[in-house]
């Protein structure tokens, strides 16, 4: 395999990818092996930024559409970011990767608050350093809270481990025609409307010119390879 294409990177979770066949919470399995991708690249000596959903225990957007107040049903989200956040941090330090949450919102007693100064002196130190409660204001998604942490700490590429193998013109779950995409444009996904991350994300993205990877978390060693520069997933660029 090839030598590291990166030093810093933010890999982004759904909370969705923790459940595995379950229909919700999180999964011992799971949460194992994604520890034990993330350690393989640990290993590598790459400097890795986490950002975790929530969509597996609370989905703030969902709650309000059937009458909770978003505000309300955002910061319920954000909560449940934390608890996977844990949950992965936990999971991390048995496979001995030393880890930091920071959250977007005070909660001192389980976790440090976000202080970017303190978030980059974590990963120049070895540590990994998971951002948790997105960006801590409702009516923004994980999606756009780790296209801005990548940003903050000046991480090379952001990495998007999904349940498929990259970006499609349509949902191939849905659509078995479905064509897949191995390049595109930022501005091909907005202008096609590909639903890859939420367009705030993708315009920030785009704005600041971060690539972004897209590639199944499932396939064991798929962390790796993209981190190596191998020729799997979708690529986004401007």
Do not use: W
């Not at 690539?211 to 199944?216: M, Y």
Request: aromatic residues 6%; contains cysteine.
């Amino acid at each position: 395999m090839k030598p590291p294409q990166y030093k810093r990177v933010l890999l982004k979770l759904s909370g969705e990818a923790l459940m595995g066949d379950q229909g919700f919470g999180i999964s011992s399995d799971v949460i194992k092996y994604v520890a034990e991708e993330i350690r393989s690249i640990f290993d590598l000596g790459i400097q890795i930024a986490i950002v975790v959903g929530g969509g597996n225990i609370f989905r703030g957007i969902a709650a309000s559409s059937f009458g909770m107040d978003r505000t309300s049903a955002d910061h319920m989200g954000m909560l449940a970011t934390v608890i996977n956040s844990l949950a992965l941090q936990d999971a991390l330090e048995k496979k001995d990767v030393p880890t930091r949450i920071q959250t977007a919102i005070t909660i001192h007693e389980v976790a440090e608050p976000y202080i970017l100064r303190k978030a980059i002196r974590h990963l120049e130190k070895g540590r990994v350093v998971i951002f948790a409660a997105g960006t801590g204001n409702p009516y923004f998604t994980t999606d756009t809270a780790a296209v801005l942490r990548a940003q903050e700490i000046h991480a090379e590429i952001l990495l998007k481990a999904t349940k498929v193998n990259g970006l499609y013109d349509s949902d191939p779950v849905i659509n078995k025609d479905a064509g897949f995409l191995k390049n595109v444009t930022y501005m091909e996904v907005l202008e096609k409307q590909l639903k890859v991350m939420d367009m705030t994300a993708i315009s920030l993205a785009m704005d600041n010119h971060l690539p972004l990877a897209i590639f199944n978390l499932r396939d064991k060693g798929n962390i790796e390879k993209v981190i190596c520069g191998e020729d799997i997933g979708t690529r986004i660029f401007n």
